[in-house]
């Protein structure tokens, strides 16, 4: 029969561990999510655009004469990147149409200009997404496809010395889908709302 064990009664205290930093780990659809509301924002922002890459300069308007058809074109690379836990960013390009018309206009007796009318508009978005996941920094995982389709109606208003107001209001609807390098994703669905206020007046700056 063996002899019971023997504890030892000298053997030193275990030194306490380094505290190490503490590394979160995300899954890497985290971040591709993350980044959908303001990708979404940029591209109803961009859609909607200033009065002057809608109507071109405020001469064009202020006449008698009413043109009621206008449109555009309007494409960008966009490479955006965000603060916030996971840190996402955005590489990808932007496209979009856009067509309006005047349903009202008139020169009141003090020489200003009134226009107002609707527009329509599609745009889409469409890129990779990098962001902190796995323990990463700047990791590649994913990418995402959204479209918007608008609808809006505006009012401008011109003076005779040039100043305009310009006034905006849009509504958004999005799809598309955004999808993790693992294949996993979800369906984009959803409604925006942008109004706009703009304002300007020209000022000439001197020859010399």
Do not use: C
Request: charge should be negative; hydrophobic fraction near 35%; glycine fraction near 16%.
């Amino acid at each position: 029969r063996p002899p019971p064990p023997v504890v030892p009664t000298d053997v030193p205290d275990l030194p306490t561990p380094a505290a190490g930093e503490e590394i979160l780990l995300y899954r890497i659809e985290v971040p591709v999510y993350s980044a959908l509301p303001p990708v979404a924002e940029h591209l109803a922002m961009t859609t909607l655009g200033t009065f002057h890459e809608r109507r071109g300069e405020q001469s064009l308007l202020s006449n008698t004469e009413l043109s009621p058809v206008w449109g555009r074109i309007f494409g960008q690379d966009s490479k955006m990147a965000y603060s916030g836990t996971v840190s996402p960013s955005f590489d990808g390009t932007l496209f979009g149409l856009q067509a309006g018309f005047d349903l009202f206009g008139r020169e009141t007796a003090s020489g200003q200009t009134d226009r107002a009318g609707l527009f329509v508009a599609y745009a889409s978005m469409n890129g990779d997404v990098r962001g902190q996941a796995l323990g990463w920094d700047n990791l590649s995982v994913g990418s995402m496809d959204i479209n918007g389709t608008s609808v809006g109606g505006y009012w401008t208003r011109i003076g005779q010395g040039g100043w305009y107001l310009d006034g905006v209001l849009m509504a958004t609807f999005f799809g598309g889908d955004a999808t993790s390098s693992r294949g996993i994703g979800i369906d984009v669905g959803g409604t925006g709302v942008t109004a706009s206020l703009e304002g300007g007046y020209p000022i000439a700056l001197g020859q010399g």
